[in-house]
């Protein structure tokens, strides 16, 4: 697809060369990396563009996608170049500055809406006060604050740009009124309260790749996603144990704690979760693909 060809290039020309191309770079998910930038290209939805198959891109709108496909056969991924991601639905700003996020999180947040609706008194005083840590795009906070609209939603990360993205989120999805973002490690955020909270729901997507994992990763995620959100120390669980040993003080009495992990972490996390020794009712919960993806317990 060179810029100084004599070829007209439709859409559908566009897409097929561009797919070629892509799969003989090794470019993960090669059909779909091709649709998503050139509607980004053109402005306008995937859909669109098998309605216009013959339309010819103006050289602008050629140049736009031409310079992205170069950046994405170096592994760029995809929501960085289009700036966008989906989940739960939902779309989402995202930057280098957070993780993109996953359908495997989504289990997560299905297994906090359930939690939450299965208790009715937890509304008696105003909704519920959920706890995100380590909310990146926000989108964990987000999902949850559109679909449990009693929510009082609280989410916390390290990293201040993390925070400018999830705040912007929020206020795109209109439920920056419930959701208060806190810059800091962990628990240690939530000292610029000004009242301490008992939350019904902690819930987390920390880094979990082991340090020694993370040099094997895919180039798209090891060399462009902020390695702080990968990796999660020796064995990949670092984070969890800190929280697990913070979190006591900040759960409500039968109130709902879980964490993602990598789909192997199950036995290890399980253990960690166990010697706590302030939780019950622990559980395992697996992802769309069957693979264990979170781990629940709620407060003795």
Known sequence: MA???????TIGSLLTWTADFFTRKNVEEPRLSAELLLAHALQCSRMSLYTQY??????????????????????????????KAWFFSLEFSVTRD???????????????????????????????????LCTGSGCIAI???????????????????????ARQNA?????????????GDLFAALAQQSAPTMFRVIASNPPYIPTADVANLPPQVRDHEPRQALDGGLDGMDAHRRILESARNF???????????????????????????YLGNLRTIRDAANHPRCVAAVRA
Do not use: C
């Open 171 to 183: 206020e795109a999805h209109k439920v920056a009124d419930r959701i208060t973002f806190f810059h």
């Open 98 to 132: 957070v993780l993109i996020p996953r359908p495997d999180t989504e289990t997560l947040v299905e297994t906090v809406i359930s939690h939450v609706r299965q208790k009715p008194g937890w509304t008696d005083s105003g909704g519920p006060a959920v706890l995100d």
């Open 3 to 9: 810029a100084n060809t004599t070829q007209v290039w």
């Open 54 to 83: 013959e339309r010819v891109p103006a050289e602008q709108q050629l140049t736009a996608f031409r310079d992205m496909v170069k950046q994405r056969t170096s592994h760029v991924p995809v929501a960085y170049l289009i700036g």
């Open 143 to 165: 999902a949850l604050a559109k679909h449990l609209p009693s929510a009082v939603i609280t989410a916390t990360d390290l990293s201040e740009k993390a925070l400018v993205v």
């Open 251 to 277: 759960l409500h009495p039968e109130g709902l704690l879980i964490m993602e992990m990598q789909f192997d972490q199950g036995p290890a996390l399980t253990g960690i979760y166990a010697a706590a020794g």
